[in-house]
């Protein structure tokens, strides 16, 4: 079955450090840039972070560039975040997500999403 | 950053009406937007993309249209699964950008 399966959230303390990992399946991993998508409890969604098949590239939004780190095993199939420096706004279910491309052309999507893992910065 | 700006940011509607919603894109983005369908408690999940290319398995009722800075979703008869939140994203320039979201609630 084709799949993402997060896991690694959880209650942590303002300034902690936490890190995610999506499990991929079904698919063959290293073909694909991957990313990572938030959303704030009761709000809507916000793209964290992209990485591309190899790893060579990698993209953040501002608000976690310098305290968030997303990384790759293919040889795994998984996907990681590593958050550090959390502050209570960085509280929401993360999401793992597959890009796909349409061929030929520079406009993709994402095609696969996990369930989530719910990350809860708080004292 | 582009922003992008959704209307209604919700709306009431009967099973079996035509439904459209629309988004609106800070500058023109190149046909580089997709829109999600998401249910309470569940992860998005891909409808259309680039503009108006159906996603595999999404039903027909569902199609996405425009240009430039203009888009819109329409669901041409709403069904009760069709209850949910729906966005669209732009992937046309990091920061890659979601529009905020419109509810679709059974009138």
């Known amino acids: 079955e084709v799949q993402l399966v997060e896991s690694g959230g959880g209650l942590v303390q303002p300034g902690g450090s936490l890190r995610l990992s999506c499990a991929a399946s079904?698919?063959?991993?290293?073909?694909?840039?991957m990313s990572w998508v938030r959303q704030a409890p009761g709000k809507g969604l916000e793209w964290v972070a992209n990485i591309k098949q190899d790893g060579s590239e990698k993209y953040y939004v501002d608000s976690v560039k310098g305290r968030f780190s997303i990384s790759r095993d293919n040889a795994e199939n998984s996907l990681y975040l590593q958050m550090n420096s959390l502050r209570a706004e960085d509280t929401a279910m993360y999401y793992c997500?597959?890009?796909?491309?349409?061929?030929?052309?520079?406009?993709?999507?994402?095609?696969?999403w996990g369930r989530g893992t719910l990350v809860t910065v708080s004292s | 950053d582009i922003q992008m700006t959704q209307s209604p940011s919700s709306l009431s509607a009967s099973v079996g009406d035509r439904v459209t919603i629309a988004c609106r894109a800070s500058?023109?983005?190149?046909?580089?937007l997709n829109w999600y369908q998401q249910k309470p408690g569940k992860a998005p999940q891909l409808l259309i993309y680039?503009?108006?290319s159906l996603q595999s398995g999404v039903p027909s009722r569902f199609s996405g249209s425009g240009s430039g800075t203009d888009f819109t979703l329409t669901i041409s008869s709403l069904q009760p699964e069709d209850f949910a939140t729906y966005y669209c994203q732009q992937s046309y320039s990091i920061p890659i950008t979601f529009g905020q979201g419109t509810r679709l609630e059974i009138k």
């Open positions: 500058q023109s983005i190149n046909s580089c």
């Open positions: 997500a597959r890009i796909s491309w349409v061929t030929g052309t520079s406009r993709w999507y994402f095609d696969l």
């Open positions: 680039a503009v108006s």
């Open positions: 079904g698919f063959t991993f290293s073909s694909y840039w």
